[in-house]
């Protein structure tokens, strides 16, 4: 009795599966999952710590002790720190607050206009040392 071969349709054939990625590479559903999570912790922080819905600094500040790109005082375990930099990484972009949706995704482009934004505001905020 002769076995009979089987046909794979050529996007499922060994070797050639679908969404096949190279190492280090994210597919779209880690993405936007990414894109989903992030949010959902930052305003789940600000409830947890700060007991508020939201606090308006936190995504500013956080986002410098994840990116090294400031002084980084918070007070977020290193662990923490390592899932919202792996997030933001995947998600390419990193959290905004919405007035009707709250804490929102936004890309990185606008990410960084908005953070931009706020580091000259909090420049322009300080007041010059003065002595008497």
């Known amino acids: ?48 710590i700060y007991d508020r819905n939201w606090v308006p600094r936190l995504p500013y500040t956080l986002w410098e002790t994840v990116s090294g790109a400031g002084p980084g005082r918070c007070e977020f375990r290193a662990e923490e720190i390592a899932l919202f930099r792996l997030l933001a990484q995947v998600a390419d972009g990193w959290v905004c607050h919405d007035p009707k949706d709250g804490p929102v995704f936004v ?4 990410w960084q206009r908005s953070y931009a934004a706020w580091k000259r505001g909090q420049i322009r905020a300080r007041r010059p040392f003065v002595t008497a």
């Open 1 to 48: 009795m002769r076995i009979p071969v089987r046909k794979h349709p050529s996007a499922f054939r060994p070797g050639r599966e679908p969404n096949h990625r190279l190492d280090g590479e994210t597919t779209t559903l880690q993405k936007e999952q990414a894109r989903r999570l992030l949010p959902a912790l930052v305003g789940r922080l600000c409830l947890e």
């Open 107 to 110: 890309t990185h482009g606008r």
